[in-house]
């Protein structure tokens, strides 16, 4: 691997995590830069969900006084997404 390549996912990963502590969306940027350099687009796909994973944890972290004023309506979506998520994909094949 280039240094080059080295460089652009470093500051893919960097960009990447603070667009999610703000916003969400930076797999966006580490799956692009990651299939740019050539990694396949399974792996890259995984590596970039992987590698998400800390800054989910850190922003849960920084967002929990947010997060405590309204678990209950969090927990009736995670409650009602999870049947649909599992029967959409049955009923679309």
């Not at 893919?12 to 396949?40: D, E, Q, R, Y």
Request: proline share 5%.
């Amino acid at each position: 691997m280039t240094i080059e390549a080295i460089a652009l996912l470093f500051a893919a990963g960097l960009l990447s995590g603070m667009v999610n502590a703000i916003a969400g969306g930076g797999t966006f940027l580490t799956f692009g830069a990651l299939s740019f350099v050539g990694i396949p687009p399974v792996v890259a796909n995984a590596t970039s969900s992987v590698t998400q994973l800390p800054g989910y944890i850190t922003s849960t972290l920084a967002y929990w006084s947010d997060i405590k004023q309204f678990w209950r309506g969090a927990l009736i979506l995670c409650l009602g997404s999870g049947p649909i998520n599992w029967v959409a994909p049955t009923v679309a094949a």
